[in-house]
């Protein structure tokens, strides 16, 4: 198992609700990463933060709000979400941004159902 | 565009055999590759990172890095039925902190 956690790990929301998806890291690492899993695609990077500042938003629909509160957790939170927004959630982190050879791990993810 | 390529697969594999998985990038500039492994219903583990060219290894993996022919490989000795996964290829292109994931390999080792 890798030093991040994340919780839940399964979510089925309407999609008039709000829910939070929280990841919280133990390694001491400076840096935490958003990624969605869907079916037959590459993950894709959704949001970066160093140091409790977001780095990257990388095009993502404004119903996705993240918050970094320190450089150990991270959250996720969800609004009026669409069917399409069914996935793997998966949190990363890494020992920071700026070295050549900062190797994520990952959390074991949030399985979302929009409904 | 930057983009990784991987075989969808399954590649299957009879037990003890030797498995073969490669990806090719397209930014020629790319410094750092990492290969995860990624069982059905969880996330991906980090089994592999390498940074220069030839072969890396760690108990049964090898990984193998090309920078001028841009590919990367992963070698599986005695594959057992448990590396039974899919395996992400990813890349980090020079200059960039954003990792370029594959689609993956779907590896099946038969008993």
């Known amino acids: 198992e890798t030093g991040v956690t994340q919780t839940p790990r399964h979510l089925v929301m309407g999609m008039t609700n709000k829910k939070s998806l929280k990841c919280e890291q133990h390694?001491?690492?400076?840096?935490m990463y958003w990624y969605k899993q869907s079916a037959k695609k590459p993950l894709e990077l959704m949001f970066v933060?160093?140091?409790?500042?977001?780095?990257e938003n990388n095009s993502v629909p404004s119903r996705f709000s993240p918050e970094c509160p320190n450089s150990s957790h991270l959250f996720l939170h969800l609004h009026t979400l669409q069917p399409e927004d069914s996935a793997l959630y998966l949190c990363?982190?890494?020992?920071?941004?700026?070295?050549?050879?900062?190797?994520?791990?990952f959390g074991p993810g949030t399985r979302l159902t929009v409904t | 565009q930057k983009e990784v390529e991987q075989n969808s697969g399954p590649l299957s594999v009879p037990e003890g055999a030797i498995a073969s998985l490669n990806c090719t990038y397209s930014?020629?500039?790319?410094?750092?590759f990492f290969w995860y492994r990624q069982y059905s219903g969880k996330s991906p583990e980090l089994i592999m990172s390498?940074?220069?060219?030839g072969d890396k290894e760690d108990g049964r993996f090898t990984a193998q890095l090309n920078k001028a022919s841009q590919y990367v490989s992963l070698l599986i000795r005695d594959s057992q039925p448990s590396d039974s996964a899919t395996y992400l290829c990813?890349?980090?292109?020079?200059?960039?902190?954003?990792?370029?994931f594959g689609t993956g390999t779907r590896l099946k080792v038969l008993a």
């Open positions: 990363a982190s890494s020992q920071d941004l700026t070295t050549s050879a900062y190797e994520q791990y």
């Open positions: 390694l001491g690492h400076n840096a």
């Open positions: 933060y160093s140091l409790e500042e977001r780095v």
């Open positions: 930014d020629r500039g790319s410094q750092s």
């Open positions: 390498i940074y220069s060219n």
């Open positions: 990813a890349v980090l292109p020079s200059g960039t902190y954003k990792y370029i």
